[in-house]
């Protein structure tokens, strides 16, 4: 097998993502896996769970990373790569625990992680290596052999993670009335998160204390220029831009990424934009929080305003994505081989690191975390 082929010392790769409910039974039982331990009743999860009774209790989490298995599958096997791939959730079937024992069973010792996840943040980032230290705990904990896991960089710049992205904001364009298309602003969106928790994302030589700053701001904010960059070079027209915030969930009283997405449409239609494409960059796939909040509070939103609107596509199973996917797997065997391989990444900040260093993107409370730098093998911090 040729070297740029060569996936060793990997023996398969885990596609780990959040999980969702696909029937109104799983709602609230999702939602209680969600939410464990935050001691939230029974009767606010229900509220909470409207949003997916709206698309009949299914959330198309599921059905989108079975897209994606496939797509990863066929590229492997156009390319000539016999390495299995496998599927876990953090918070719904198949369960990231049922997963990896399956995969000891079937002899799987050395296991690439692709996190659907692209950013640096506690909840993009750590909390999943949280999950894979409690999975391969219970492992042990059953007497099984523990294999080695480890996550695969945030791909949040690769080439195959944008430019698909960028292709989705041109065909929202030209979906715009002629009229407004050339004045038209882009929204890119992503996750609000708590101001502290994005402070102290990323390595900690990247955290801040101004509550806009960490990793997880500036990785979206240099590929929102990317896009746009590369937009208005395609167009020859230069769209105004602004990174925006979606789906917050917390306290009121305690301070998130602002501003939200419904208020931004309220300020630029206040300051006269003629429209808005709204661009989730933060999201993989367009799963409930884009389905609820962009196309449909979103958009009701724009309408009440007489604002005209498009949303652009996540990157979802496309085919140029799932060979980013193999890059990074094949790059990151490489160097576990102790080769020196190419690593691409567009902007300004490179590519990222390949184990999360000692105090990246922080727990609330210390917890063992799988795949880093502060860790061993088997996930102990």
Known sequence: MPDQLDAAPYDALLLLSFGGPEGPDDVVPFLENVTRGRGIPRERLKEVGQHYYLFGGVSPI?????????????????????????????????????????????????????????????????????????ALATLQAEGLELPRVDKLRHYFNHPGFVRPMVDGVLASLAALPEDVRAGAHLAFTTHSIPQSAADTSGPADEHTANGQGGAYVAQHLDVARVIADEVRAETGIEHPWQLVYQSRSGAPHIPWLEPDICDHLEALHGAGAPAVVMVPIGFVSDHMEVLYDLDTEATAKAAELGLPVARSATVGADPRFAGAVRDLLLERAAGERGRTPERCALGTLGPSHDLCPAGCCPARAPRPAAAGADSNHAGEV
Do not use: K
Not at 110 to 124: C, D, F, K
């Open 62 to 134: 599921n059905a989108q990373n079975r897209q994606l298995l496939d797509a990863l599958r066929e590229d492997f096997a156009e390319h000539g790569l016999d390495l299995p791939v496998y599927w876990g959730n953090r918070n719904w079937a198949p369960y990231l625990t049922d997963t990896l024992r399956e995969m000891v069973a079937d002899g799987r010792r050395r296991i690439a992680v692709l996190a659907t996840s692209a950013y640096a943040s506690y909840s993009g980032c750590r909390q999943y290596r949280e999950n894979l230290a409690d």
